[in-house]
């Protein structure tokens, strides 16, 4: 169990446009949801906690209105990069936590390149 | 604020060496610790874990100990393999309103050789 799902795993797009990542739980439920950046041979880098149904928590220096984040529901996140530059190319993931537990449980990660 | 240190790689072993990962910590009160390991080009996946002191968490093989009194949870093995070969991260989980967030270490990268 506690299996978490990531979509797409890899993305492409060009400069100027936006892109969703998602970000599922697939059998458990997910109070909280938590998306990562991780840079080329670094440490992963929190941006922001999101718990359904209300605004998402960003970490300082993380734009808000860049990295628009959904919790819709108890079982799916999305991130959305918008108006994505070069500079946004990282390797995104995102993290699940249990409801009533306080174990993440970790997304494969989505590589998202902006040309 | 909380805070993870662990020993910089890269290490390389040759296969069925021992292994230690140097991880401390910096945190009020007692977190709960964690080591997740990444394979190359995936996501992190939970290794072990260690919710109060003296616990030992061990999962593979891999063994780690919650030692409060130096504020330490190093990972270790006593024979690596090649599919060992990874990015090992130390990672806590603190206590009051940032409870469900974890604090990362860098990372350690290793590369284990026939």
């Known amino acids: 169990g506690a299996v978490v799902s990531q979509h797409p795993s890899r993305v492409i797009c060009k400069s100027g446009t936006s892109v969703k990542i998602e970000c599922r739980s697939l059998d458990f439920q997910a109070t909280t949801m938590f998306w990562y950046r991780q840079f080329p041979k670094q440490s992963l880098m929190l941006m922001a906690t999101s718990n359904e149904g209300s605004k998402a928590t960003y970490e300082q220096g993380v734009e808000k209105d860049k990295f628009l984040i959904n919790h819709a529901s108890l079982t799916l996140s999305t991130l959305t990069v918008t108006s994505a530059h070069p500079e946004d190319s990282s390797f995104y993931i995102c993290?699940?936590?249990?409801?009533?537990?306080?174990?993440?449980?970790f997304g494969p990660g989505t590589r998202l390149t902006v040309t | 604020g909380d805070s993870v240190t662990q020993m910089e790689g890269p290490v390389t072993l040759s296969e069925e060496a021992f292994l230690t990962i140097n991880c401390t910590y910096t945190a009020t009160g007692y977190p709960s610790l964690f080591w997740y390991v990444q394979y190359p080009g995936e996501g992190l996946q939970l290794l072990l874990k260690a919710t109060k002191a003296d616990d030992k968490g061990s999962n593979k093989g891999f063994e780690a100990t919650y030692r409060k009194e130096t504020t330490s949870f190093h990972l270790e093995k006593g024979s690596v393999q090649v599919s060992d070969s990874a990015v090992y991260f130390c990672a806590l989980s603190g206590l009051g309103a940032g409870s469900y967030q974890l604090t990362f270490g860098k990372g350690t990268k290793l590369s284990v050789i026939p």
């Open positions: 993290s699940a936590r249990r409801t009533g537990l306080y174990e993440q449980y």
